[in-house]
């Protein structure tokens, strides 16, 4: 007979270890994925790559066909940390990684550039005040540049129209603005009605915190004037939190 709480003990350290090791190949992984995407204007296609070396539509790879698809990548991982993703995604230690596995992983990890890009472009919306009509502009601009009619426009072109509204984006950020929006793989084009949608809904976002913030301040000076001192706010939300 096995000791019920020796067994449980043993779980839990198990559990404990797996969620160290999680977090230890998250901080890895992170730190790949900026590099690639200081260095590269494009996102890599993280699920095309491996289902393209995934020939016979398995969802696992060999070690070494997984280990080739993230140099493809330009993923540049020490001989330890491969191991330990691979590890990780060899869950029967038969040397297939479950790859998909990986995927969902970089996907999750991806809409942190997201959030980059948003702040950025909410940053400057702030300091240049836009507002719809030049995001309306934004477009028009673009569309001129749009000699096809395919919907994407030349990185270029689309810095171009960005310096002239008097965005100031560094370039590592301009550049994962370009790869969230490329077009084809080769990273010249991209595609502007989605970043237009994406600048939208950021200004929207950005419009919506003012109005909170505004509200929140009236507040703040209304209940300062029925007391007639200072409002603590850090005191009063802990006290509410022992609540």
Same mark, same amino acid.
């Given at each position: ?70 140099? *493809?990548? &330009? ?7 491969? !191991?330990? @993703?691979? $590890? #990780?995604?060899?869950?029967? +230690? =038969? ?24 702040s950025a472009l909410i940053r400057e919306f702030d300091r240049t005040a836009v507002d719809g009509r030049v ?13 096809? *009619?395919? &919907? ?7 810095? !171009?129209? @960005?310096? $002239? #509204?008097?965005?100031?984006? +560094? =370039? ?68 509410? $939190?022992?609540?």
């Amino acid at each position: 007979h096995v000791a019920y709480k020796h067994f449980m003990q043993t779980l839990l350290q198990s559990n404990d270890a797996l969620k160290e090791d999680m977090k230890a190949i998250e901080e890895v992984v992170k730190r790949e994925m900026g590099r690639l995407l200081r260095s590269k204007r494009r996102r890599p296609r993280w699920a095309e790559v491996f289902e393209s070396a995934d020939a016979r539509g398995t969802n696992r790879l060999t070690r070494r066909g997984f280990q080739e698809a993230l140099e *493809d990548m &330009g993923f540049e991982f020490t001989g330890p940390e491969l !191991r330990r @993703i691979t $590890d #990780l995604y060899d869950p029967n +230690s =038969d040397g297939a990684v479950v790859y998909k596995g990986f995927v969902a992983l970089l996907e999750r990890l991806s809409e942190g550039v997201d959030d980059d890009i948003a702040s950025a472009l909410i940053r400057e919306f702030d300091r240049t005040a836009v507002d719809g009509r030049v995001l309306r502009r934004l477009e028009r601009s673009l569309e001129a540049h749009d000699r096809h *009619d395919r &919907g994407t426009v030349e990185s270029r072109d689309l810095r !171009r129209v @960005i310096d $002239d #509204l008097d965005w100031n984006l +560094s =370039d590592p950020e301009f550049e994962r603005l370009c790869g969230r929006f490329e077009a084809d793989a080769h990273g010249g084009a991209v595609k502007y009605r989605e970043f237009v949608r994406f600048a939208e809904n950021a200004l929207a976002t950005s419009v919506l915190r003012k109005q909170v913030y505004t509200a929140l301040r009236r507040e703040i000076e209304r209940a300062e004037g029925r007391r007639r001192r200072r409002l603590d706010l850090r005191s009063a939300l802990q006290d509410e $939190d022992r609540d």
